[in-house]
């Protein structure tokens, strides 16, 4: 067994369990430990939405326990303009944005390992992310977690071999309900602490209010896809494709039983396109088209290849063929057709455990025959 004594990890505490339990084990393996807490939002929407002083006096509580340091740095203005700023323009543009990605490349993989080596002098970063890393042959691959309910490989798609090297996992060889177990054996005060959810760093808020602080709201029309009127949106950046809730035009129509969901937005005309049942032809898709391409090998992809893909969070696998179109986009084309394939969001790639990299969903290929011309 290696010696890790000499070694030092920062932990990324986020005030959660996941990464209570990371120190601790990261601690039971032999390493230095010490503990940073990473501030990128300035409140001004006072204590009704704000959870950073918790969390950081939830960390502090979790770090005092187990005898370790916390540091803490604030990246407020690295997230403000690589992070924040791009998740609006991409709502401006009618597209649905994944800012827990984005987040992951900038801040928790970029400016926090930066951070951690060069100021904190770390061998190496942790977080209580649910993935594992493998290394074969001097290159280190990112695998899926071992829960599956919990696995978060779709979020860290965008990490290089080399940041993986740099990164430690201890919660991705653990199923969740252990994670707590360890958590409460210890007398943690994060044990029974919900998880996160929300927009990644920002908390738990009402999304439409706080979006429409910083994008004005550009109110349309609800059309059916045969062009009947059914309605008023309050503005496209507030629906995504496959929606069901939030429409404001009643569940059903004429009697009949399947609900309305959002099929597409035609943005240049500012109308949300609705149908009748979640297997609507003109929500389904037969492929797509993904650019701003990372593959955690940073190898590029010469030759068509079988793969399963995933385009949104906790999606079953999807059998596909991925080819190259050039060095910035592949067409994926699915063995079935897939409800919901949405702009914006993340195409993202596996061979079995092995997270392979993904892209951003540029287009999407309708059902043939589902959309008039």
Known sequence: MSDNSQKKVIVGMSGGVDSSVSAYLLQQQGYQVAGLFMKNWEEDDGEEYCSAATDLADAQAVCDKLGMELHTVN???EYWDNVFELFLEEYKAGRTPNPDIL????????????FAA???GADYIATGHYVRRQDVNGKSRLLRGLDGNKDQSYFLYTLSHEQLAQSLFPVGELEKPEVRRIAEQLDLVTAKKKDSTGICFIGERKFRDFLGRYLPAQPGTIMTVDGQH????QGLMYHTLGQ????????????GDDPWYVVDKDVANNILLVAQGHEHPRLMSVGLIAQQLHWVDREPVTAAFRCVVKTRYRQQDIPCTVTPLDDERVEVRFDEPVAAVTPGQSAVFYQGEVCLGGGIIEERYPLPGSVAN
């Open 244 to 255: 069901r809730k939030g429409l404001g035009i009643g569940g059903t129509k004429e009697g």
């Open 230 to 233: 059914v309605g008023e949106h």
């Open 118 to 120: 060069e100021d904190l």
């Open 103 to 114: 987040c992951n490349k900038e801040i928790k993989f970029k400016a926090f390992l930066e």
């Open 75 to 77: 990246f407020a203005a």
